[in-house]
């Protein structure tokens, strides 16, 4: 017999907030510990476009991960994440002005401060890769941090046809910013994309280049250690380190990438090493993945990173 005075909030019904979550779009208001906030931006992309849809995408992926109360229990670790303690909201997205790509990083910016100085963390939804630039470039009144990338791509490129802010360049527009202080990029192993010497100015710069297979030869826990040491950080998620048979929609696949559990026991590491000031899920693009496992599989790491953060707060 059904119990008609409980919601079930089941993940087919309802508004598909990120992971069920309240909204609150008016940034003013905000009162929370974890934001999440979309930047469906895609006109920086030099293949496939698409992850303009990347935001609504994790959110309805999210929705499986988005009931019950008190917290989510990962029988794994025999631990409860995200306690009621915590407060998420969704934040909606980013206005964007079609054509304008200034316009729409400069709206990303106004929106990363308003996040930052009401104190909550922002979680960021892409977008192509060339949405983090405005995002890190938007948090320079908390003090230095440490990027961790992950990434099949360098993404270390100055300029390609005159244009500085293209989705290959994310990675050398950050290590330009005064309160980077440090850089480790994971999963890199794609061509076509870099030059050998975007690669050398990356390792002149200080970053620490890790492939897939430089990770698997280390392991997890030899990895982290390799880390560049800091008492912040900042990652950002490219869709495209995930192996391509793990996350195929995306718009540049890469073979050879990480598996769920790679970048889970990853992130893991970084939440322990430091601070995590922020960070994004970029490069998810919909529709080239009909059974919409890209879109879970981004919204479960997401969910898992976010635990393992406010997990080390709780400490
Ligand atoms: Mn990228």
Same mark, same amino acid.
């Given at each position: 017999m059904s119990n008609q005075n409980v919601s079930l909030n089941l993940p087919f019904t309802g508004i598909a907030s990120f992971s069920k979550w309240d909204i609150c779009t008016n940034l003013d208001q905000l009162d929370a510990d974890v934001a999440v906030i979309g930047v469906p931006f895609d006109q920086s992309t030099q293949y496939r476009s698409g992850t303009r849809f990347g935001p609504r995408g994790i959110r309805d992926g999210s929705t499986i991960y *988005?009931? *019950?109360?008190g917290g989510t229990y990962d029988p794994e670790r025999d631990v409860v994440f995200m306690g009621d303690q915590w407060k998420f909201v969704d934040c909606g997205d980013v206005d964007m002005i079609h054509g304008d790509q200034g316009q729409c990083h400069e709206n990303t910016r106004k929106v990363i401060r308003k996040i930052i100085s009401r104190g909550a963390l922002p979680v960021v939804l892409g977008g192509?890769?060339?949405?983090t630039i405005p995002v890190v470039e938007a948090m320079d009144d908390i003090g230095e941090f440490t990027v961790i990338q992950f990434d099949a791509h360098l993404d270390f490129v100055d300029v390609r046809g005159g244009n500085r802010y293209g989705h290959g360049s994310p990675m050398r527009r950050l290590s330009e910013c005064k309160h980077v202080n440090g850089m480790a990029q994971l999963g890199i192993r794609g061509i076509g994309s870099s030059k050998k010497s975007d690669f050398e100015e990356a390792r002149k710069y200080g970053s620490k280049i890790f492939s897939v297979r430089d990770v698997r030869r280390l392991g997890i826990k030899e990895t982290i250690n390799q880390l560049p040491k800091s008492k912040q950080y900042y990652v950002t998620i490219d869709c495209d380190a995930l192996d391509p048979s793990v996350?195929? *929609?995306?718009g540049s696949p890469s073979p050879g990438g990480f598996d769920y559990y790679e970048m889970q026991e990853l992130l893991e590491g970084i939440a322990r090493l430091g601070k995590v000031v922020g960070f994004d899920f970029t490069e998810v693009a919909p529709m080239y993945d009909l059974s919409g496992v890209t879109n879970q599989t981004a919204a479960r790491l997401i969910l898992d990173f976010a635990g393992f953060i406010l997990k080390e707060r709780e400490k």
């Open positions: *988005g009931f *019950g109360i192509d890769h060339s949405v996350a195929p *929609g995306n």
